[in-house]
């Protein structure tokens, strides 16, 4: 406002001045170039504005600066926040492994092999965050020199029966109390099938 305040200011300063002069020289020969350098004055007088542009040109561009500052700043805190989630997602896999290492490892002692394993964990963040949640595992036998035969049992009907042996139910009932022992996990949130 006191850029355009000026602005009228000076307006009004020429037209004195415009004024002024027009008493002190008398009507002539002169008066057309008195005519002429008036109108030069008041061109440059009305068109102040557009000349002092570089002025203006300057505050612009440090406008235009401050906000690619801002801009450049939401856009790190958003990058920031997109790999805090990558980072946190990364660290949760690692844990995964290590969980699914540390299974296999228990798992060694009934005589089995883990041949697939999915495990969930609780990603969500507070008090149970990192909890194993559930366990989905396969499991085989080892060969082993025992000759000891144990009848198959079929549960199921007769088109869905599955053979399962009294061994099978006794290694997963070892397993789920070793995962139970360790994880605190329930029994029903563990799925363990054994296969030869």
């Known amino acids: 406002m006191e ?15 415009v004024k002024l002069i027009s008493h002190l020289i008398p009507s002539g020969n002169m008066s057309k170039y008195i005519k002429l350098f008036t109108g030069v004055i ?12 570089p002025n203006m040109e300057q505050k612009i561009k440090s406008n235009i600066l401050n906000m690619e500052n801002i801009i450049a700043h939401k856009d790190f805190q958003s990058q920031s926040k997109t790999y805090s989630k990558v980072n946190d997602q990364l660290a949760i896999n690692l844990y995964k492994k290590q969980v699914e290492e540390h299974i296999r490892k ?19 963040e507070g008090k149970n965050f990192g909890e194993v949640v559930s366990i989905d595992m396969k ?11 144990i009848e198959k049992i079929k549960i199921g009907a007769d088109s869905t029966a599955y053979n399962i042996t009294a061994e099978d ?28």
């Open 42 to 53: 008041l061109i440059i007088v009305v068109m102040e504005p557009i000349l002092s542009l």
């Open 106 to 124: 228990l798992v060694r002692g009934e005589d089995v092999e883990v041949s697939s394993i999915n495990i969930k964990i609780n990603e969500e």
């Open 139 to 149: 499991v085989r036998k080892k060969n082993s020199s025992n000759d000891l035969s």
């Open 3 to 17: 850029y355009l305040s000026n602005w009228a200011k000076n307006i009004v300063y020429y037209i004195l001045f």
């Open 169 to 196: 139910i006794i290694i997963v009932k070892n397993i789920k109390i070793a995962l139970r022992g360790f994880y605190n996990i329930s029994p029903d949130n563990m799925n363990i099938s054994v296969s030869q």
